[in-house]
């Protein structure tokens, strides 16, 4: 199983920037993928999820309106559109997949079974 992130870099606030994750190793259209990020300091936190291909997106709410989430079954490759960046947007995202998760857990970080390297994204102001 992998999971490689990438699409990171410099942007300026309120500017776009879209982060892919593709995945090998896994039934891919029955998983759950979510995107998490961890901030300077801070502790990871919840960004994104889609469960089991489409089932059911969820934000936080920091992120909401601004950012989506998307798959590509054909491509195996999950992405996360980011509009209207902010400098608190700065982190280091990962991707991650979960095979058994129910649909109440998708928020939480310990229920993901696998995870990408990580990408960084500096959002200047």
């Known amino acids: 199983v992998q999971l490689q992130a990438s699409g990171g870099g410099l942007v300026q606030a309120g500017g776009s920037q879209r982060l892919s994750c593709a995945v090998s190793?896994?039934?891919?259209?029955?998983?759950?993928v979510g995107w998490f990020r961890q901030g300077p300091g801070k502790e990871r936190e919840f960004v994104a999820s889609?469960?089991?291909?489409?089932?059911?997106?969820t934000y936080a709410d920091s992120v909401k309106g601004r950012f989506t989430i998307s798959r590509d079954n054909a491509k195996r490759t999950v992405y996360l559109q980011m509009n209207g960046l902010r400098p608190e947007d700065t982190a280091v995202y990962y991707c991650?997949?979960?095979?058994?998760?129910?649909?109440?857990?998708?928020?939480?970080?310990?229920?993901?079974?696998?995870w990408g390297q990580g990408t960084q994204v500096t959002v200047s102001s």
């Open positions: 190793g896994l039934t891919f259209r029955s998983i759950t």
């Open positions: 889609d469960f089991r291909s489409g089932g059911s997106t």
């Open positions: 991650a997949a979960g095979t058994r998760l129910i649909l109440s857990a998708r928020r939480d970080a310990t229920q993901y079974d696998y």
